[in-house]
């Protein structure tokens, strides 16, 4: 019925390539097979103690269970720009630079919701994580997307990303309005130093365009590499937000809690959009996120070693299957081009092919654009034995499809 009603916006988002990869998921499961489950950043593993206490100590609590502060409590904005000033020197106001989102995927949609006009225009590098292109599109605006590459460290080729983001602005009718980055980025882990941001806010000045800065995985870091945040670049307020999440850091990926810090304008548009489509976190979510914030925070070192030791586990057991891989330096994923005798088959098969014939499910690069193809990315979410098992059943498969070729 209704055939002749359309729903643009619905219609301008693309199928989910990771649809695909789930359904056979599912199917190879219920055939009874053991899938090791590489495909998804959700981390694994419990919340610290003394975060999982704090709520529940408040929920016992009376006057928790009303409406909260849709911009978060200001205990919750305090301990975020508290943390900002602790671990980047940076200082901010919790009344007007900050405000606490339920995830910051949840932030992410509505910041770009709210400062995005039908017709607009932003850069998105490709590949990227797939809601910081198809949010624009919801919004009504239209996505540059700018190619960008990466030394063996993963490491920004930042005199590239500069000549093509200054061929997307001299391209791009009308000009941008806001670029976003995201460095540790999800899903290539391709990290970025000071000079970056300082290199990028100038240019946003010159340029008259914003900054949308996503930090979600700045405390997932190895061999002494460190996450900047853009706002430590002098002046970076005037053009620039970002944004942060507890999912990651904390193993609170399932409480939905993150939060936005940086320009006031900005940042008092989300709290205007937010004002109007929600009532907040259930505020002892936020009691507890401020006690993660402020509390001790050995729990992330922990976090970092679990994922450094599979890292280090996964790209050993991977090579000594056949499958030699560059080491990130940063976030809980694997890059991984996709090894020589399997090139042909492109991203999405070769997704295809590892999880009905080795048992292994990766995400395929495609599903985060064309930028992304000729490789998976490999979530670190299975132990280290699982992680040998499935180099193991890697090897057998890579020996078949070189058997196949000669
Ligand atoms: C780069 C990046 N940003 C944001 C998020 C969303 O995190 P959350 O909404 O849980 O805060 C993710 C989740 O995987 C991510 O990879």
């Known amino acids: 019925m209704f055939d002749e ?15 695909q990869i789930n359904e056979i998921k599912l199917r ?23 975060i999982v206490d704090k709520l529940v100590e ?35 106001d919790p009344e007007t630079e900050a405000v606490a989102t339920m995830g910051s995927k949840e932030g992410y949609v509505h910041m ?24 624009i599109i919801i919004a009504g605006g239209n996505v540059v997307k700018m190619p960008f590459s990466w030394n063996e460290k ?40 000071q000079s970056f941001y300082d290199r990028l806010v100038a240019l946003a000045k010159k340029e008259r365009f914003y900054i949308i800065s996503d930090i979600a995985y700045a405390d997932i870091t190895f061999d002494g590499y460190q996450t900047p945040s853009i706002l430590a670049t002098p002046g970076a307020k005037d053009v620039a937000v970002e944004s942060y999440t507890l999912s990651k850091s904390y193993t609170m990926a399932g409480w939905r809690v993150g939060f936005f810090v940086g320009n006031p304008k900005l940042i008092g548009a989300l709290q205007k959009i ?33 994922y450094q030791k599979r890292r280090d586990v996964l790209l050993e057991s ?50 985060f654009g064309s930028g992304g193809e000729g490789y998976v990315r490999i979530a670190l979410i299975e132990n280290e034995k699982r992680i040998r098992q499935a180099a193991r059943n890697i090897k057998k498969y890579l020996k078949d499809l070189e058997n196949e070729a000669r």
Not at 112 to 135: K, S
Not at 342 to 364: I, M
């Open 5 to 19: 009603i359309k729903f643009n916006t619905i219609d301008r988002l693309p199928n989910y390539v990771f649809a």
């Open 28 to 50: 190879e499961r219920r055939a009874g097979r053991d899938i090791i489950d590489f495909s998804m950043g959700n981390p694994d593993g419990d919340t610290p103690k003394h």
């Open 58 to 92: 408040s929920a016992q609590k009376s006057k928790t269970s009303g409406y909260s502060a849709s911009k978060g409590i200001y205990k919750l904005r305090l301990a975020i720009t508290d943390w900002y000033k602790r671990k980047y020197g940076v200082h901010l």
């Open 112 to 135: 770009v919701q709210a400062i995005t006009n039908p017709g607009d225009v932003a850069v998105v590098p490709d590949p990227a994580y797939p809601i910081h292109t198809h949010a």
């Open 154 to 193: 993963y490491e920004l080729e930042v005199e590239q990303f500069f000549n093509d983001l200054n061929k997307a602005i001299r391209e791009s009718m009308p000009k941008p309005k806001f670029v976003v980055v995201n460095f540790p980025h999800n899903p290539t882990t391709v990290t970025v130093d």
């Open 274 to 306: 937010k004002s109007w489509f929600d009532y907040g976190m259930y505020t002892p979510i936020q009691v507890a996120a401020t006690v993660a914030l402020n509390g001790p925070q050995d729990c992330i070192d922990e976090v970092i070693q679990k």
């Open 318 to 367: 991977f090579a000594n299957a056949g499958w030699k891989i560059d080491k990130p330096q940063s976030t809980m994923f694997v890059w991984a081009k996709l090894p020589p005798q399997a090139k042909h088959l492109g991203s999405l098969e070769f997704t295809k092919q590892l999880l009905t014939k080795a048992e292994v499910a990766v995400s395929p690069g495609i599903g």
